[in-house]
């Protein structure tokens, strides 16, 4: 016999027929997006204790006329906007802040606000959105300066040598180019717009790179996230070696 239909709830903000605890997912989004967000603008605009010996803050390379020749504010703002447009335009992170900030939807099957005027990315400001393969080639230029950076962190007056602040930029460094591999934009480039990889030339070649950058593309969210905690405190350690308020521990 057919059962009693369970009754829809009404439209609006929250409204949802789902029993578990769906708002949890929202909060770490919520603490963790917003806690970088403002620590990364206080320290982009802080200008100060960005490099001690061979180190430098990735939120300050490459470092651009640190001396204000012509640039009178702080030279992360000459260079943030490459890394920032790349994660604002991040596949998993548009999901991730429009659920978390925009409420849009809070989450899968619950009620958004009632008064909004979708357009999706249709319209600006979003349409920007789809500029985030421009934004994956520009992330690619910094990752070398990032690489750079990491070895240049072993060498200390010109003999080699580890410390802590070494080891911390040399895993930021693996995390970040994981994070950007794992790009949906280069899984697209090497193989997701082909249809038959046997007809095209480099095909065996490029179908291995589609399914390495697949690979990697399934795992997007954590290295995402992985990598976006490694930015954040390869600078805050820095800056408290910078500031004095800790020492680098050398290893060798």
């Not at 963790?32 to 982009?44: D, K, P, Q």
């Not at 520009?138 to 007056?157: N, P, S």
């Not at 954590?222 to 521990?249: H, N």
């Amino acid at each position: 016999m057919a059962g009693t239909p369970t009754p829809l709830p009404e439209a609006g903000l929250g409204a949802t027929l789902r029993r578990d605890s769906w708002w949890t997912e929202l909060v770490p989004v919520f603490i963790l997006l917003g806690g970088f967000g403002v620590y990364a603008t206080w320290r982009a605009f802080e200008n100060a204790y960005y490099s001690w010996g061979p180190y430098l803050s990735p939120f300050y390379s490459p470092l651009i006329d640190p001396q204000h020749h012509w640039w009178p504010l702080s030279p992360a703002l000459l260079v943030l906007a490459g890394p920032l447009g790349f994660r604002a335009t991040c596949y998993y992170y548009r999901k991730a802040y429009y659920r978390a900030f925009f409420l849009d939807p809070p989450a899968c099957a619950v009620g958004e606000p009632a008064n909004r005027k979708y357009h999706g990315e249709t319209a600006f400001p979003f349409i920007l959105q789809n500029v985030h393969r421009y934004f994956f080639y520009l992330a690619i230029i910094f990752l070398v300066f990032l690489w750079h950076d990491a070895i240049k962190g072993f060498f200390f007056d010109g003999q080699f040598g580890i410390g802590v602040g070494s080891l911390i930029l040399l895993l930021n460094i693996i995390l970040l180019s994981i994070y950007t591999l794992s790009c949906h934009s280069l899984r697209h480039l090497a193989g997701g717009k082909l249809d038959c990889f046997s007809c095209v030339s480099f095909g065996t070649t490029r179908a291995a790179a589609w399914r390495g950058f697949s690979f990697l593309n399934e795992r997007h969210m954590q290295f995402a996230w992985a990598s976006l905690i490694s930015v954040g405190s390869a600078d805050l350690y820095i800056r408290l070696v910078a500031s004095g308020l800790i020492r680098d521990l050398r290893i060798l």
